[in-house]
């Protein structure tokens, strides 16, 4: 049974911009502890009205991310020289 005290909660923008960052990194919330936290208090800032609970929130959340970031594992992508690379026509002799 649900507790009668317990907020419901909603995604809105800071939840769905966490999202986005959680994908670009390659972590899901489904399997790092510390993605779900970032989840969970993205899901509260959006649906808090009381400045003192966002403030208190937004730190929390900002720590989760950092936490996550530094966990997250490494992307793999080239230099500029890579990409420009990648867009020169190749000329057969």
């Given at each position: ?29 489904e399997k790092n ?5 970032a989840m969970r ?53």
């Open positions: 049974m649900a507790d009668p005290g317990a907020k419901r909660v909603r995604a809105g923008a800071v939840a769905k911009a966490t999202k986005a960052e959680l994908d670009d990194l390659g972590v899901s919330p502890a510390s993605a779900a936290a208090l993205a899901k509260i800032m959006d649906s808090s009205v009381d400045p003192k609970e966002v403030a208190a929130t937004a730190r929390e959340l900002r720590q989760a991310m950092h936490t996550v970031r530094a966990l997250a594992p490494p992307r793999s992508r080239g230099d500029i020289v890579d990409e420009l690379a990648s867009r020169r026509p190749r000329h057969s002799a």
